[in-house]
């Protein structure tokens, strides 16, 4: 029984406190992110956003806490930090790449995918413990999402405008005082 405790209170590099609030952080700013998403009704919002950063600060913090490990003294084996950001920029791309989409000549999702593989750079940096570029990376974000999506849409310009426009087009013309079928699902 002594081992088991032992083991469920093995000393890390970095403390309790330090780890604890790297990945607070790191779910406030994909909260941010996700939000913004949510905000939109975009696919992949709030809790994606916040899972992402989460997982990729976890990354972060293994990796520092692997790359002062003593289990690995005496040993014929060599710790890669640089691995494990390919490996986090490689699995974000991944679920990214699934949130885009091509149909009828559109692409849909792709500043949602972007949105997510910045997420994962956003966690990176927080399990890193580099603060002032977490927080940049974000703020960057949501300048880009944010605010030059609003400048698009006062220029006419966003897709999803033209798209509601379109949409409100089809609506009109199909109004004539009939129920519309699929609205009753």
């Known amino acids: 029984m002594g081992a088991l405790v032992e083991e469920f209170a093995h000393p890390t590099f970095l403390s309790f406190p330090v780890i604890a609030a790297r990945l607070l952080f790191a779910a406030?700013?994909?909260?941010?992110?996700?939000?913004?998403r949510e905000w939109r009704a975009r696919p992949a919002g709030l809790r994606t956003h916040i899972l992402i950063c989460v997982a990729a600060?976890?990354?972060?913090?293994?990796?520092?806490?692997?790359?002062?490990?003593?289990?690995?003294?005496?040993?014929?084996?060599?710790?890669d930090p640089a691995r494990a950001v390919e490996a986090v920029t490689a699995g974000v791309a991944f679920l990214a790449a699934g949130s885009i989409l091509f149909t009828r000549g559109t692409v849909q999702g792709l500043t949602t995918g972007a949105g997510m593989w910045?997420?994962?750079?956003?966690?990176?940096?927080?399990?890193f413990g580099l603060w002032q570029i977490a927080g940049l990376g974000t703020f960057l974000i949501l300048v880009v999402m944010g605010l030059l999506h609003s400048f698009e849409v006062k220029l006419g310009i966003?897709?999803?405008?033209?798209?509601?426009e379109a949409k409100s087009v089809r609506k009109d013309n199909r109004d004539d005082g009939k129920d519309d079928v699929g609205s009753r699902c």
């Open 57 to 79: 600060a976890t990354f972060g913090i293994l990796t520092v806490e692997i790359s002062h490990s003593t289990a690995f003294i005496g040993r014929d084996v060599q710790v």
């Open 28 to 36: 406030l700013l994909g909260a941010l992110i996700g939000f913004e």
């Open 158 to 164: 966003a897709a999803d405008k033209k798209g509601n």
């Open 118 to 127: 910045l997420a994962g750079a956003v966690g990176l940096s927080c399990g």
